[in-house]
């Protein structure tokens, strides 16, 4: 649940100060939203009993039978305690795709967008990774893990994210006349309760109070850290100076890409998985986006799919069943076939992911318009869409 305002103040304080209000609603309207889908259909989608290794059934429609018993998946915990748990899950996963579209679609669109991807996409990559039965994960199916939301998570928003961008096009005077983050100390605030949320995230995928919860819990917090100094030194290098927005998103990335893992590599493992995400996710955002010129606005696809995308692959070479007995061993710990497992499950959830999220794109799009008009971007979301100001001074 922190993660919801950490995200909004980490996302606010990026965006120009016209637009701040806009990406906090956004938000805090996906907390609404997706908590009232959860409850009518998402959890039974995600995580009801299964159907051919594609869905749940709808037997928990409404949470309908699931009570404070033990449930399947969590035999220690009551399953309301579980549904809730994911909950959370399900809510930050959209959340996180706002920061390819920030400054420039229109709200309703925005949300009528949100609840069809929350049903149409999310809910069946949860059941395909993390559901009894489904297709891809290690309870009856392919074999590929998921700790935490490597691939349920981050993947899955990153490629929608790219999605949005290919659908909505450059911002308005992009890249040339597009002002710099308006309050980097409310970013630095939103990017703080993220990694603090993110402990909770990855530690509490453990379902109990154990030594899986705290290795977990150390990996996160490494992996944060050693993204942020490598994304701070590669600034410091090119640039001349390290920055406060690189040393925040670069602690970022790591979180992102440690997710998958975070349950299942040493720490060994979980420093070279933050110092590949400084790396690889400092290059998508500084030499990649302006290669190709695409307005991934936050950088939600340089950050998050591509952090996702290298944390899931590395679960396949840093695994070990030293730390997870549960977990599986990866290529250095003698399990070489883990990797294409992981590549595999990448290929499929991020290829689905993005098919699905441009053709919901385009449907939105064609019923109610996902951009707003050229002089609304101009006077900014806030006013245009909302009737509010972030900022108001009175003499």
């Known amino acids: 649940m922190l993660m919801t305002p950490g995200l909004a103040f980490f996302y606010g304080g990026l965006v120009r100060r016209k637009n701040i209000l806009s990406i906090l609603m956004q938000c805090f309207m996906i907390l609404c939203i997706i908590s009232l889908q959860w409850v009518f259909c998402g959890y039974s989608l995600s995580f009801g009993p299964d159907v051919c290794g594609i869905i749940g059934n709808i037997d928990w429609l409404g949470l309908k039978n699931v009570d404070m018993n033990p449930s399947p998946y969590a035999p220690t915990i009551p399953h309301q305690a579980f549904a809730i748990f994911q909950m959370m899950f399900a809510i930050i996963t959209p959340g996180l795709i706002i920061g390819a579209f920030a400054e420039r679609m229109r709200f309703s669109a925005f949300c009528v967008f949100s609840v069809l991807w929350a049903t149409l996409v999310y809910n069946p990559i949860a059941h395909w990774v993390w559901g009894k039965g489904g297709f891809l994960g290690t309870l009856g199916g392919m074999g590929a893990v998921d700790f935490a939301g490597g691939i349920v998570v981050h993947i899955n928003a990153g490629v929608a994210a790219l999605a949005a961008v290919i659908i909505l ?3 308005k005077g992009f890249p040339d006349s597009i002002s710099p983050p308006h309050n980097l100390p ?9 990694w603090f949320g993110w402990y ?3 530690a509490g995928s453990a379902l109990a109070a154990n030594s899986i919860a705290i290795s977990a819990f150390l990996a996160t917090h490494v992996a944060g850290a050693m993204a942020g100094l490598t994304w701070s030194v590669l600034d410091w290098v090119k640039f001349g100076k390290p920055t406060t927005l690189g040393m925040i998103t670069g602690a970022v990335a790591g979180l992102a890409a440690v997710t998958p893992g975070a349950g299942f590599v040493h720490i060994s493992g979980a420093i070279w998985i ?3 995400a400084g790396i690889l996710c400092w290059l998508a955002v500084t030499a990649m986006k302006a290669k190709f010129q695409y307005d991934d606005s936050l950088d939600a696809f340089g ?5 996702g995308l290298w944390g899931t692959l590395a679960v396949g070479i840093w695994a070990s069943k030293a730390v997870n007995p549960n977990g599986v061993d990866g290529l250095f710990y003698g399990n070489p076939i883990q990797l294409w497992l992981q590549l595999k499950a990448v290929l499929i959830t991020g290829t689905y992911s993005f098919i699905m999220s441009l053709l919901l794109f385009k449907l939105v799009d064609f019923i109610l318009k996902l951009r707003v008009s050229e002089n609304e971007e101009s006077i900014g979301l806030d006013l245009t869409q909302h009737r509010e100001a972030g900022y108001t001074l009175i003499d």
């Open 303 to 307: 950050v998050h799919g591509l952090g």
């Open 186 to 194: 409310l970013a630095a605030l939103g990017a703080g309760l993220l």
């Open 274 to 276: 933050g110092f590949g």
């Open 200 to 202: 909770g995230f990855n």
């Open 169 to 171: 096009g450059k911002r």
